[in-house]
């Protein structure tokens, strides 16, 4: 029998406590996802660089929003978006490992279309590392189209060799 699917909902993430708890989560899931995709000392500088407290904090100052994906109040991902001119950048879609599979992450991209929709946006769009195929293959099921490629360099000699995923609303 298949399992039960709940509904989500879905936590603004604001105060210091939702930050640390956040940050936590990133640690876990990129450290069991990105590892074997990246390698740990990647993986550990983007976490400080992109997921630490003060960097979440300064994304929040900058506009970004961060949400908890929470199932029966509990958090079992995460999701940052940043609002754009007529775009919803969708910077961050992580489910811990136990909850994969299971259409949790499609409720979070329908939480965020109905987001873009409301505020006039035309378009949801975001980066994934191209040699993340499940996630590539996820977002595909999802609508979402890759439109290019791009190789950011971040720092250290680490770089982002992304696709560029879009999806109309």
Known sequence: MKD???????????AQKDIQLLCTMAQEIWHEHFTPILGVAQVDYMVEKFQSPPAIAEQLEKGYLYYLLLLEGSPIGYTGIHPEEDALFLSKLYVKKSFRGKGYARQAMNFLESFGKERGLSKIWLTVNRY??????????MGLKTVREEKADIGEGFFMDDYIMEKSL
């Open 4 to 14: 039960k699917v709940h509904t989500l909902s879905f936590y603004p993430v604001k």
């Open 132 to 141: 993340n195929t499940g996630t590539i293959a996820a977002y595909k099921a």
